[in-house]
């Protein structure tokens, strides 16, 4: 295990339905990130809390809604997703927001199907 | 715009051969280049951050190798290994605001 620890691992929802995502870490950083990686495209970066605190919402519909309740959770709510939402999603975090050294670590992720 | 290009998209080797993987970037200011391996259904592990003035980089049977002259990196994997089937994602950070900007990854298979 890499520290960040994300569940479920693996979610089949109705495009009516709720669900939420966590993820939490165990290794004293300040700052974590959801991203979303679909099929042969590049990691998208979604959301980004520092200190608890958002700090970058990459223009995500507001059918995803992050939530920190502190330094070490983060969790994603989902409501009336669309089918091309399914993905992979994932959770790093870092000392601080791209701090070189204290590099990203990321969670083994959530794979999101919507039916 | 900040760009990461890796090629090939997809490679299939023999166990105990070696490969190269490519990365071409256009991140810019640059300030570090990392290479992640990412195994099916998991998420992406470190495996070398590379700084401006880093050449070479090693990690066991990986080595990277960074030009930021002609903003080039390759991963060079030796004697391969049934384990070492993964995607593997060449990310480049811009100094200043630290942005990362993801590749699309090199699918690597080794079959035995």
């Known amino acids: 295990e890499t520290g960040v620890t994300q569940t479920p691992r693996h979610l089949v929802m109705g495009m009516t339905n709720k669900k939420s995502l966590k993820c939490e870490q165990h290794?004293?950083?300040?700052?974590m990130y959801w991203y979303k990686q679909s099929a042969k495209k590049p990691l998208e970066l979604m959301f980004v809390?520092?200190?608890?605190?958002?700090?970058e919402n990459n223009s995500v519909p507001s059918r995803f809604s992050p939530e920190c309740p502190n330094s070490s959770h983060l969790f994603l709510h989902l409501h009336t997703l669309q089918p091309e939402d399914s993905a992979l999603y994932l959770c790093?975090?870092?000392?601080?927001?791209?701090?070189?050294?204290?590099?990203?670590?990321f969670g083994s992720g959530t794979r999101l199907t919507v039916v | 715009k900040n760009q990461v290009e890796q090629s090939p998209q997809s490679l299939i080797i023999l166990e105990g051969k070696n490969c190269t993987l490519q990365?071409?970037?256009?991140?810019?200011?640059?300030?570090?280049l990392r290479w992640y391996k990412q195994d099916t259904g998991r998420g992406p592990v470190s495996l070398t951050i590379?700084?401006?003035?880093?050449n070479t980089k090693s990690n066991g049977r990986y080595t990277a190798t960074l030009d930021a002259d002609t903003k080039q990196s390759s991963l060079h994997i030796t004697a391969s290994q049934l384990s070492d089937s993964a995607s593997y994602i060449c990310?480049?950070?811009?100094?200043?605001?630290?942005?990362?900007?993801f590749g699309t990854g090199t699918r690597l298979t080794i079959i035995p």
């Open positions: 990365c071409n970037y256009t991140v810019s200011p640059f300030s570090n």
């Open positions: 290794l004293g950083h300040n700052a």
């Open positions: 590379m700084t401006f003035s880093e």
């Open positions: 809390y520092n200190f608890k605190e958002q700090t």
């Open positions: 990310v480049v950070s811009a100094k200043g605001n630290e942005k990362l900007t």
């Open positions: 790093a975090s870092s000392q601080e927001p791209g701090h070189l050294n204290y590099g990203y670590t």
